[in-house]
């Protein structure tokens, strides 16, 4: 069991023809997202630059409408349904924000 465990992981971090890392860790042991988008490792049109831009955009309408609004001195909406929503958003192949409030108040509030 052992050693099925360590060749699942073998094959996982390790190219078998060239028995170099698949992912290598940066200096602080992080990913680093711009090599592995260019070596082929990341390939999500839901990141694509265009894709995160409109999740900028819905980000911005959505913190703005619903950011800073307080409950007894609480947060009335949690930045995790806000982000949660602009995900889910842009995952649903959507091209722009129009509609994103109405869309986060029938499923998020």
């Given at each position: 069991?052992?050693?099925?465990?360590?060749?699942?992981?073998?094959?996982?971090?390790?190219?078998?023809?060239?028995?170099?890392?698949?992912?290598?860790?940066?200096?602080?042991?992080?990913?680093?997202?711009?090599?592995?988008?260019?070596?082929?490792?990341?390939?999500?049109?839901?990141?694509?630059?265009?894709k995160m831009k409109l999740r900028e955009q819905v980000l911005a309408i959505?913190?703005?409408?619903?950011?800073?609004?307080?409950?007894?001195?609480?947060?009335?909406?949690?930045?995790?349904?806000?982000?949660?929503?602009?995900?889910?958003?842009?995952?649903?192949?959507?091209?722009?924000?129009?509609?994103?409030?109405?869309?986060?108040?029938?499923?998020?509030?």
């Amino acid at each position: 069991m052992v050693v099925q465990k360590y060749f699942k992981k073998m094959l996982i971090l390790t190219d078998m023809d060239s028995n170099k890392p698949k992912i290598q860790l940066s200096f602080d042991g992080c990913y680093n997202y711009k090599k592995l988008k260019d070596e082929g490792f990341i390939d999500d049109w839901r990141y694509s630059p265009e894709k995160m831009k409109l999740r900028e955009q819905v980000l911005a309408i959505l913190l703005k409408k619903f950011g800073g609004e307080l409950e007894n001195s609480v947060p009335k909406y949690s930045n995790q349904s806000i982000f949660e929503c602009a995900h889910d958003w842009v995952s649903q192949g959507n091209i722009n924000g129009n509609g994103i409030v109405k869309y986060y108040e029938a499923y998020y509030q």
